[in-house]
């Protein structure tokens, strides 16, 4: 099992597996955040513990579904702009884009699943799961199937830190990684079950994509709301309602806590010469003494001292 504990969010952001995204922080942290990962040879469990209360929008690495599942705060968890509850997953495709708020700090766990092993599972129970549900994102209520998921997960766990040299066998792996796959669709994503499911919107997923497409592309640039809609092709009114829906907040919040980040990220890596005020003059930033509360508020540190830490490092 690997263990990583890391004071600041980067590092945890980088780590995350079968996924690639960003982390936006809603508030200052207020712990470590915390990162296991079980590699299962094609199924990996991955538990996480934020540090903050955050907004999260990624994309599924091409070869692999995620299953999400919250640990605490579950009555403050959105997926894709549907709120969870102590029964409710998320199910992400390969190559889709989602977006988990978490309002408070959380915990939560992840089953990354290899296409191949689900491709696999799918064609020898092509009678009993409706194939199609594979391609988009979902959110489903998986009734007593989460309770079920977590138990194995717990006693994969329990094994792995008592004796880890049971994982370790390839016919304990195999037999681990097939009980664990069985969960995931008998219990979670099985439609005969019961389930409901909500598909995330083909026009919310586009707007969503174009935005945050343009505000990656943009780099160092100062980006107002207008240029969202532009790039989206919608009104403000729309860019709105998704975001607060699918982000948790509107878009010039989002704006500016991810201007805050993208500053973070030019401080951490300035070149000899550069000065705070003139990397934030590259980003907009006019009310410097306000914006320094604010990022002090959220990162513990102030700006001029993220970049003495960069220049002694």
């Given at each position: 099992?690997?263990k990583?504990?890391?004071?600041?969010?980067?590092?945890?952001?980088?780590?995350?597996?079968?996924?690639?995204?960003?982390?936006?922080?809603?508030?200052?942290?207020?712990?470590?955040?915390?990162?296991?990962?079980?590699?299962?040879?094609?199924?990996?469990?991955?538990?996480g513990?934020?540090?903050a209360?955050?907004?999260?929008?990624?994309i599924?690495?091409?070869?692999?579904?995620?299953?999400?599942?919250?640990?605490?705060?579950?009555?403050?968890?959105?997926?894709d702009?549907?709120?969870?509850?102590?029964?409710?997953?998320?199910?992400m495709?390969?190559?889709?884009?989602?977006?988990?708020?978490?309002?408070?700090?959380a915990?939560?766990?992840?089953?990354?699943?290899?296409?191949?092993?689900?491709?696999?599972?799918?064609?020898?129970?092509?009678?009993?799961?409706?194939?199609?549900?594979?391609?988009?994102?979902l959110?489903?209520?998986?009734?007593?199937?989460?309770?079920?998921?977590?138990?194995?997960?717990?006693r994969?766990?329990?094994?792995?830190?008592?004796?880890?040299?049971?994982?370790?066998?390839?016919?304990?792996?195999?037999?681990?990684?097939?009980?664990?796959?069985?969960?995931?669709?008998?219990?979670?994503?099985?439609?005969?079950?019961?389930?409901?499911h909500?598909?995330?919107?083909p026009?919310?997923?586009?707007?969503?994509?174009?935005?945050?497409?343009?505000?990656?592309?943009?780099?160092?640039?100062?980006?107002?709301?207008?240029?969202?809609?532009?790039?989206?092709?919608?009104?403000?009114?729309?860019?709105?309602?998704?975001?607060?829906?699918?982000?948790?907040?509107?878009?010039?919040?989002?704006?500016?806590?991810?201007?805050?980040?993208?500053?973070?990220?030019?401080?951490?890596?300035?070149?000899?010469?550069d000065?705070?005020?003139?990397?934030c003059?590259?980003?907009?930033?006019?009310?410097?003494?306000?914006?320094?509360?604010?990022y002090?508020?959220?990162?513990?540190?102030?700006?001029?001292?993220?970049?003495?830490?960069?220049?002694?490092g």
């Amino acid at each position: 099992m690997t263990k990583l504990v890391c004071p600041e969010f980067d590092e945890f952001e980088a780590a995350l597996y079968g996924v690639q995204g960003r982390y936006v922080l809603r508030s200052r942290p207020q712990r470590d955040w915390q990162l296991k990962v079980i590699d299962l040879n094609g199924v990996a469990i991955m538990m996480g513990r934020e540090g903050a209360s955050t907004a999260y929008s990624g994309i599924g690495m091409p070869d692999y579904f995620n299953v999400f599942v919250p640990l605490s705060a579950q009555q403050c968890t959105i997926v894709d702009g549907r709120a969870f509850d102590e029964r409710t997953v998320g199910w992400m495709a390969p190559d889709q884009m989602f977006h988990i708020v978490a309002e408070r700090a959380a915990s939560w766990l992840t089953v990354a699943i290899s296409a191949p092993l689900v491709l696999h599972w799918v064609h020898t129970h092509v009678d009993e799961f409706d194939a199609t549900l594979l391609a988009n994102n979902l959110v489903c209520t998986g009734r007593n199937g989460v309770p079920q998921l977590l138990a194995t997960i717990r006693r994969i766990l329990r094994v792995e830190r008592d004796d880890p040299d049971q994982l370790r066998h390839p016919a304990a792996t195999l037999t681990a990684r097939a009980e664990l796959i069985n969960l995931v669709f008998r219990a979670v994503l099985t439609v005969g079950d019961g389930a409901t499911h909500l598909r995330l919107n083909p026009r919310h997923r586009q707007i969503l994509s174009r935005a945050l497409g343009y505000l990656n592309r943009v780099g160092e640039t100062t980006v107002l709301v207008d240029d969202l809609c532009a790039a989206a092709d919608a009104s403000e009114r729309t860019v709105r309602n998704v975001f607060h829906r699918y982000l948790g907040m509107g878009p010039h919040r989002y704006l500016a806590l991810y201007r805050m980040h993208a500053i973070r990220a030019a401080l951490c890596n300035a070149m000899p010469g550069d000065t705070v005020s003139a990397i934030c003059g590259r980003f907009g930033v006019w009310d410097f003494g306000r914006f320094a509360a604010l990022y002090r508020a959220y990162f513990g540190v102030l700006p001029s001292q993220t970049l003495r830490r960069r220049r002694r490092g």
